[in-house]
């Protein structure tokens, strides 16, 4: 999917429930990137698995990066070009550079980024240009780095439902038409898998930071969080990394070797150590655009 994998983290984690976790049933209507609308959805094989799909959770995650970034971020849900920050600076760019491709750079901020973008591929320009939102979760013009498995529950679970009576008590406000059941899941341990792909160290520890914002109960999942609903705990951490290519030969101990690859398996604490120096949230960190040199790990 990238022109070339240079590495990728393959983090492995649960998410144990700590509170009821809201059901909804018609997860099509839903947008999923609401900070809390999201859902949970229920799979109907010969058992009932309750499922907290790789987009809803992608849609969490990203809004509470936004929220982090404030003006630094782009309005992704706003797909209107004229409006779209991201989208907006990405063809600025575009058609300064299709129009005067020749001709002489003035000094100013604009024309200077502009002519160390001349050297960049379309992929990478892109990616410069954009918010580190959309760096780390994708736009329209840009991949995603970060890939969610949708999470399934393990053996185990437990879902619980209340009459409608119940429900107008809990959720107040929030009454749904034609919806006279309230499921919701009891107990649950839910194992999830997130991929990110050719990432800049900032990237992971964007995700360790917002593991932990799960755990102090900041991020939640399903609905009626404002209820208490939707809490969860991150445990059994494991993250295996892999350096490609002309990465691959600069792997430090450890890892084991392939053809391909080296390899790596991390816990939580480990990754955590060593990244401890790193500030997602740092315009430095945003800027960088090769991956050379993103080895600590
Ligand atoms: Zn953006």
């Known amino acids: 999917m990238f022109k070339k994998l240079l590495n990728q983290a393959i983090v492995n984690f649960e998410l144990v429930t700590q509170s009821p976790l809201y059901i909804k049933q018609n997860t099509s209507l839903l947008d999923p990137t609401a900070f809390d609308g999201t859902y949970i959805s229920c799979y109907l094989d010969e058992k009932r698995i309750p499922i907290i799909p790789g987009t809803s959770m992608k849609g969490v995650f990203r809004s509470f990066f936004e929220k982090l970034l404030g003006d630094e971020a782009c309005n992704i849900l706003d797909t209107r070009q004229e409006s779209n920050k991201c989208l907006k600076k990405i063809k600025?760019?575009?058609?300064?550079?299709?129009?005067?491709?020749?001709?002489?750079?003035?000094?100013?901020?604009?024309?200077?980024?502009l002519e160390k973008l001349k050297s960049f591929s379309s992929g990478k320009r892109n990616y410069y240009l954009s918010c580190p939102a959309c760096k780390v979760f994708g736009s329209q013009r840009l991949k995603s780095r970060m890939?969610?498995?949708?999470?399934?529950?393990?053996?185990?679970?437990?879902?619980?439902?209340?009459?409608?009576?119940?429900?107008?008590?809990?959720?107040?406000a929030a009454k749904e038409k034609g919806l006279n059941t309230f499921e919701y899941v009891d107990w649950g341990v839910f194992e999830g898998k997130i991929t990110l792909?050719?990432?800049f160290n900032w990237q992971l520890k964007l995700l360790l930071?917002?593991?932990?914002?799960?755990?102090?109960?900041?991020?939640t999942f399903?609905?009626?969080?404002s209820k208490g609903f939707g809490r969860m705990k991150v445990q059994n951490v494991k993250i295996k990394i892999r350096y490609y290519g002309e990465m691959k030969d600069k792997a430090k101990d450890g890892y084991t070797q392939n053809p391909l690859f080296a390899e790596k398996v991390f816990e939580h604490k480990e990754i955590e150590?060593?990244?401890?120096?790193?500030?997602?949230?740092?315009?430095?960190?945003?800027?960088?655009?090769?991956?050379?040199?993103?080895?600590?790990?």
């Open 92 to 113: 600025e760019f575009e058609k300064k550079l299709k129009s005067d491709n020749n001709k002489n750079w003035e000094s100013n901020e604009f024309d200077k980024e």
């Open 147 to 172: 890939i969610f498995d949708d999470a399934k529950a393990k053996e185990g679970f437990k879902i619980s439902s209340r009459s409608s009576t119940p429900i107008d008590r809990i959720s107040g």
């Open 197 to 199: 792909v050719s990432f």
């Open 209 to 219: 930071e917002i593991f932990e914002a799960i755990d102090e109960g900041i991020l």
């Open 222 to 225: 399903g609905g009626y969080s």
């Open 273 to 297: 150590k060593k990244l401890q120096s790193i500030n997602f949230l740092d315009k430095n960190q945003w800027e960088k655009v090769e991956l050379e040199n993103e080895q600590i790990l």
